[in-house]
C-alpha cells in the first residue's frame, strides 16, 4: 500500500526525533490507570462495535478455550486477557460478557459458540509514555498496528492442546471443566475424540505453516496464513501448503477506504464495499473462518456456501473503519523539527506518498516494483 497521509508521517518522524521517551506499550500487564482515547471520531460504542463485533472466525469452541491451562503456570490461558502475548484487555460488558481482550469474541453462547477474532486483535494499538508529573499515561490508538506477537499465541494455544490431549490428569480436569455437570466418563470419551480431531487439525495446520524465525510483534505473513488456509486446508491440497515466512508489519486501517488499492504491495483493489468484503472474507478465512467448498458434479460448478463467515459483521466493521479518522499528534509539536521532517519527506517519501486524488476523494495509488520485499 504506496498511498498514506503526510501529516501521519511527520507525526512518526516527531516521534523519533522529539520524543524518545516515548515507547509501546510492553507485552504483560498494563497499568491499571485506564486508558485515554486519541480523538479519531469515534463514540464509545462505535469502538465498541469494532472490539467486539463478530465475523465468523471459529478458532475453537469457547467452552474449550476457557477450560485450556497454561503449560507454564496452572492457570486458564486466557486468564491475563492475553496480555502476554501483547494484546489489549476489554473490561466486561453487555457486549463483552466475558471480558475477553480487544478484538477477540464469542460466536454464539458461552457453552456452545466458538472463540474468535476480528480485525480489532491486529490493528489497535496502545503508546506508554512519562507525563511531567512523573506519571504513566496510556494511548489507545483505534485502527493503528497492534504490537500483539501472534506466533507465540499460537505455537502456545498448540502446545497447551496437545499436552491435554495426551496427559490424562490434564485432560480428566479439562473434561470435568467442558462439561460441568454433565461430566461423565461416557461424554469425556466423546469429548476427547473431537478435541483429538481439533488438535490434529490445527496443530496440523501449524506445524505446515509458521516458520522456524519467528515473525517477530507487531508482524505477520498474512498472505501465507491465508492462502495455507483456502488453498491447502479447506481445498484438502497438500501440496499447495508453503512455510508463511514473508512477514510485514500491520497495516494502519484509517483512511484505508479512500484507497484505490490496500495491502503493501498494492495488490488488492479497493474503494467499493464490495471489494471490501472480498477482502476481508479472506481476512476471515485467515483467522479460522470454517469453509468447506465443495464440487457440484452434475451442475459443474463449486459450491461456496459452507463457510462460518458473518457478512453483516463484515460490512459494519468496514463502515465503522470509513469513519475512523487518523490520530492527531498529542503532544505540543516542535515547529523546527516539524519544518525539516517535511522536508526530509519530500526528499525521500513523496514519491510514493504524494497524494493523488481520484474522483470522489479516492487516492490514486502508484504502484511499481521498487523490490523492498520480494518475499512478500
Same mark, same amino acid.
Given at each position: ?162 499436552? #491435554? ?7 480428566? &480436569? /479439562? *473434561?470435568?471443566?467442558? $462439561?460441568?455437570?454433565?461430566?461423565? =466418563? @461416557? ?113 459443474? #460448478? ?7 463467515? &458473518? /457478512? *453483516?459483521?463484515?460490512? $459494519?466493521?468496514?463502515?465503522?473503519? =470509513? @469513519? ?53
Amino acid at each position: 500500500m504506496k498511498a498514506s497521509q503526510k501529516s501521519v508521517l511527520f507525526s512518526l518522524l516527531a516521534i523519533g526525533m522529539a520524543a524518545p521517551a516515548l515507547a509501546q506499550s510492553a507485552t504483560g500487564n498494563l497499568a491499571a490507570t485506564a486508558p485515554q482515547y486519541a480523538k479519531q471520531g469515534w463514540t464509545v460504542d462505535d469502538r465498541q462495535a469494532f472490539y467486539t463485533t463478530n465475523q465468523g472466525s471459529h478458532m475453537m469452541p469457547f467452552s474449550w478455550f476457557k477450560a485450556l491451562r497454561r503449560l507454564d503456570v496452572d492457570e486458564p490461558f486466557g486468564g491475563d486477557q492475553l496480555q502476554r502475548y501483547g494484546y489489549l484487555p476489554n473490561e466486561k460488558s453487555k457486549v463483552n460478557p466475558e471480558g475477553l481482550p480487544v478484538g477477540f469474541v464469542i460466536d454464539g453462547d458461552t457453552s456452545t459458540g466458538f472463540f474468535g477474532m476480528t480485525c480489532a486483535a491486529c490493528h489497535t494499538a496502545e503508546i506508554e509514555y512519562k507525563q511531567k508529573d512523573g506519571g504513566t499515561q496510556r494511548l489507545r490508538l483505534d485502527g493503528a498496528p497492534a504490537t500483539a506477537d501472534f506466533q507465540p499465541f499460537l505455537t502456545d494455544l498448540t502446545a497447551a492442546a496437545r499436552a #491435554t490431549l495426551s496427559d490424562a490428569g490434564r485432560f480428566q &480436569k /479439562f *473434561a470435568r471443566d467442558v $462439561l460441568g455437570q454433565r461430566y461423565s =466418563a @461416557t461424554r469425556a470419551d466423546a469429548l476427547k475424540n473431537d478435541f483429538g480431531v481439533w488438535v490434529a487439525d490445527f496443530g496440523g495446520f501449524m506445524d505446515k505453516s509458521l516458520p522456524k524465525t519467528p515473525w517477530g510483534p507487531g508482524r505477520l505473513d498474512a498472505f501465507g496464513m491465508i492462502f495455507n488456509r483456502v488453498a491447502g486446508r479447506d481445498l484438502g491440497i497438500e501440496g499447495n501448503f508453503q512455510v508463511a515466512d514473508a512477514p510485514v508489519s500491520y497495516p494502519f486501517l484509517w483512511n484505508a477506504s479512500r484507497q484505490d488499492r490496500t495491502q503493501w504491495n498494492g495488490g488488492v483493489p479497493n474503494g467499493l464495499y464490495i471489494n471490501a468484503i472480498g477482502r476481508n472474507t479472506g481476512e476471515v478465512f485467515g483467522v479460522f473462518a470454517d469453509f468447506t467448498p465443495r464440487r457440484r458434479p452434475i451442475l459443474r #460448478t463449486i459450491d461456496f456456501g459452507r463457510n462460518s463467515v &458473518k /457478512f *453483516a459483521g463484515l460490512q $459494519l466493521l468496514e463502515e465503522k473503519i =470509513a @469513519t475512523l479518522r487518523p490520530p492527531p499528534w498529542p503532544f505540543d509539536l516542535n515547529q523546527e523539527l516539524v519544518n525539516k521532517g517535511r522536508v526530509l519527506f519530500a526528499q525521500h517519501c513523496g514519491g510514493c506518498h504524494e497524494e493523488r486524488h481520484l474522483p470522489n476523494g479516492m487516492w490514486l495509488t502508484p504502484v511499481s516494483p521498487v523490490g523492498t520485499d520480494p518475499r512478500m
